[in-house]
């Protein structure tokens, strides 16, 4: 079973800029479209940016412009750079597939904006 973890979180003012990153156990980043989710407390998961294998990403709105999502495949990496970072982007984040059926979800990476 593919194991996913998720780095890079903190705490950082608003307007500042982070960039996760995630890696499997296995190398699935090249051969199938990942996400980056978030989850924020009392609210339910959310996909806020994907790649397909053939590298087409997609945005929720909420962070399109800021947010971006890259892979390097000979690092077995996936990573969202986040920039212009609001309060309201407070959440754990993962990475996973980016429709089900999903791998076991990772511990996830805690981003707090705040200043």
């Known amino acids: 079973q593919v194991q996913l973890v998720e780095s890079g979180g903190g705490l950082v003012q608003p307007g500042g800029s982070l960039r996760l990153s995630c890696t499997a156990s296995?190398?699935?980043?090249?051969?199938?479209?990942m996400g980056w989710y978030r989850q924020a407390p009392g609210k339910e998961r959310e996909l806020v940016a994907s790649?397909?294998?053939?590298?087409?990403?997609n945005y929720a709105d909420s962070v399109k412009g800021r947010f971006t999502i890259s892979r390097d495949s000979a690092k077995n990496m996936v990573y969202l750079q986040m920039t212009s970072l609001k309060p309201e982007d407070t959440a754990v984040y993962y990475c996973?597939?980016?429709?089900?059926?999903?791998?076991?979800w990772g511990q996830g990476t805690q981003v707090t904006v705040s200043s």
């Open positions: 996973n597939a980016d429709r089900p059926p999903w791998w076991n």
């Open positions: 296995g190398r699935i980043f090249s051969r199938n479209a």
């Open positions: 790649m397909t294998s053939g590298g087409r990403t």
